[in-house]
């Protein structure tokens, strides 16, 4: 199997020299590459052994969505429906999210969602639990791979462990939520995972879904700026 560059140049040559203008073939071809490179990215994902949390874990589930947006969303790592489903952010937390995107006039067709971790990690008992910083950490080129074919505007990164992904310095979320970030020219906006907004109760429940909304509006405010 020969090469993705070496097949898109010899691409170029053929649609050249049958007479098609290099400013049309070029976008054309990029487009393709991506698509290509993202497929290649998958394959890998869905069969990885790179590290010891695939030894507990039933699938793998990569990134998906819109591949030529302007929003990237970044969660932890995928749940039990998800591994079950093969999808990033569909189960409640997911489910979640997608109806405070709604109400924030955003179809989740229009971005793309992933995780900083492509395998459900869970403890002794089967139970989801919060990957560690140095489990993330080989899972951390999957995600920076998709950033680069991506190549979104804003990114809104969902708890912690995706926090962190981007700004390891940043221990908790409480300073750092609502703000806006830099990341090699992306701007990052980081909030509460839905995960947490469900486990809340009473007041805290409200403070909660008031933040998170509250920070969507930062990061949407930012694709208007931008």
């Not at 067709?109 to 992933?114: A, G, H, R, W």
């Amino acid at each position: 199997m020969r090469k993705i560059g070496e097949a898109m140049d010899d691409f170029f040559r053929r649609l050249k020299n049958d007479g098609y203008k290099p400013d049309d073939i070029t976008p054309a071809l990029h487009s393709v590459e991506k698509i290509v490179h993202l497929e290649q990215l998958r394959r890998y994902i869905l069969t990885c052994t790179d590290c010891p949390l695939c030894e507990r874990a039933a699938s793998r589930v990569p990134g998906t969505g819109r591949t030529r947006t302007p929003l990237m969303i970044v969660g932890e790592g995928p749940g039990e429906d998800e591994e079950a489903w093969g999808l990033p952010l569909v189960g409640i937390s997911g489910s979640l999210l997608t109806l405070i995107l709604n109400k924030a006039n955003v179809k989740r067709e229009d971005i793309y969602f992933t995780n900083v971790v492509k395998c459900r990690v869970s403890d002794e008992k089967g139970k989801n639990r919060t990957p560690k910083r140095e489990e993330t950490l080989e899972c951390a080129k999957f995600l920076k791979t998709e950033l680069e074919l991506i190549r979104p505007q804003v990114v809104i990164a969902l708890g912690k462990v995706a926090q962190q992904f981007f700004f390891p310095e940043q221990k908790t979320m409480n300073p750092y939520r609502g703000n806006v970030f830099d990341y090699h020219g992306i701007k990052v906006v980081p909030t509460w995972h839905p995960a947490y907004v469900l486990r809340q109760r009473g007041d805290e429940l409200t403070k909660a879904k008031r933040e998170v909304w509250h920070d969507i509006k930062i990061a949407l405010k930012c694709l208007v700026n931008s």
